[in-house]
């Protein structure tokens, strides 16, 4: 009864977690159109949401990069150590180059900050859409 007892706060703290899954609706919101006619590469740092949300044509995965795992021009994908990023120069250089035609980051990591300040500033790309998920703010910018 004792053991029963200590487990109970712990058995509704889970469920309580599994009832308030994060709303990904915005951001699959912003997602969306820009990945319908989007040609080439894209980066998506929320990768695994696009993916299960999204059908193709704009959830062809099979094209995407994330923070953490950088499709190259060749074909060859690198992949940052779990749970870390990539490093922030050869996605900064396909960006410079309009490899990506579309960008999705979350501006919590250093990486993603790298990227957005170039963003902002390259004429190539549209001012970004928003959307959110979880506590998260994620920006989506198109290759005009």
Partial sequence: AGIAAGLAPLGLAQAITMASWANSSSLITALRPALRHAPGNVLIDAHSI?????????GQWQRWSSTASLILPSGRTVNAPIGAEGNPRPYLRLVKSG???????????PLAQTLENYLNKDARYRPPTSGSYGTGTFYVWQRR
């Avoid at 696009?50 to 704009?58: D, I, K, R, T």
């Fill in 99 to 109: 490899y990506f035609s579309v960008i999705e980051l979350n501006s919590q990591s």
């Fill in 50 to 58: 696009a993916e299960y949300y999204l059908p193709p044509p704009g």
